[in-house]
């Protein structure tokens, strides 16, 4: 046991959970509370902590959004969390062999043996070496039949299988496979691709299996459809999108049909952001060959068009400007470290955004896709939910030199004020939106900036969506409410002009590296 770390908890449910708190105490933990998920976060943010044991049905924010906000954040993306819920259920991001979930009655014992199991999880691969019972090449035997054995065999453990520059994980418990992985795909869609490999070394480690099963299926029936799906994409393939070639958009999907299957809608947000059919199926949840035979036929029924001749999109990409020099990126970095001496080590900077509506939010990210270096949340692209309330890191636009800029979507709900200095760590700027329609709530956006600008003096970039410049009386009561200064500009932002964007941005930076901004 190493004792003296720190252990958050939540007490929802104080009878049991308090009781949890005390056994771990007892067993040398210095134990921290929290009573919803708003002081989880915050506590996390500012706490080296061990692990988070968090109930799902938490008040204020869930601890499933918890969870998926603090994985998202550099500074705990590696926090383990133990999940403690009244029935198993599938959390998005949730990680193999860090995070667990324990369901309700919970006991301390058993709390106390998934925390020794971060240890053992921490200690690396090499924990494994010479406890290997099985190992071999797929082109002795296939994958199918090693899978057949070992679940005849009832066997516990993990088939580790490495291919080229790549490796699989398969998790299997008295027999039966509870999912596997190749690095974020995981489930039936990383199961059928590594069983469509012809070469490759595996090696069956036996371990007690302590994750979350994330395939119901028997291995019988798994193992057929797998097989079926293979053999069908090989009868197939010549009719099927083409890897290389690009996906079009010919309808407006908001004009779609309601109740169609998920797979489609997941297609179809992912389309805007991975037009590559090559990147579309490797970010799609779903099994390749369903996600090829779903491409087919929305080109089919008219929703797409598959472009096969790229190289009007190469060179548009290849003709993409910098929002920097490189001597521009080096020196905000060098500044940034010298001027504020918490982000010394830092390799991001967080934007704040803050907008007068969520579909601004949206429209500027949408926009921002063809930017250098910008990559989205997978979650913002593929969760209508997520993107109808976008709260967290949403983007990060990738400077020279490995220095991230991360666009932080931040909360304006006063009862999220706890929380605001928390979510403000490392900032380097903001950006604040606005329409017509949210220009009389601009109040509340300024008070959210005048508490940020109390912590660290930042630049601010103001921009109002409009198609052409505002007028002197809307501009007039933008910056009496914002309280904007006469020297500070208002940007037009026009959602999905990309020239306008890079324009913003470019603006920004500049802001950045004036030296009366990069101050203490």
Known sequence: MID?????????DKDSMSSVGEYLKQKGFHMLTANDGAAVMEIALHEKLLAVIIELDLPVISGERVFQILRNNPHTMDLPFIFIGAETVDIKGFRRDVDSLVLQPVKGEEILRRINNLFVGRAGPNAQIGDK????RLSHISLGDLLQILHLNRKEGVLNISYGDKEGLIYIKEGAVYNAVIGDMEKEKALFRLLA?????????????????KIQSSAGNLLMEGMRQYDEWNKAKEQLPKPDSQMKLKVDISTL?????????EVLFLI???????????????PDYEVYQTLAGLIRKGVLEEVKDKKSEEKRVLA???????SQALKIREKISVRWKDMEDATFGKILILATSDSLIINLIDSCKELPGFSVNRQFITSPIYREN??????????????????????????????WKAFSKNIVGMMILCDDEGIKDAKQLALVKNYILSIRRIPILYAVAASQEIEKKQEEELRQALEIKRGERIFTFEPMNRDKVFQIFNSFFHYLLKDEYISA
Do not use: W
Not at 4 to 12: A, Q, Y
Not at 133 to 136: D, H, V
Not at 391 to 414: C, H
């Open 4 to 12: 003296g770390k720190k252990i958050l908890m939540t007490v929802n």
């Open 133 to 136: 019972e099985i190992e071999g």
């Open 197 to 213: 490999l012809h070469d490759g070394k595996f090696e069956f480690s036996p371990k007690p299996i302590d994750v979350s099963r």
């Open 257 to 265: 049909p309601k109740g169609l299957k998920p797979i489609i809608y």
């Open 272 to 286: 805007d952001f991975y037009p590559l059919v090559n990147d579309l199926v490797d970010h799609c949840t779903f």
């Open 320 to 326: 993409a400007k910098e929002i920097l020099t490189s």
């Open 390 to 419: 976008p709260l967290g890191d949403i983007a990060t636009l990738r400077l020279y030199g490995g220095m991230e800029m991360v666009l932080f979507a931040f909360p304006q709900n006063v009862r999220m004020k706890p929380l």
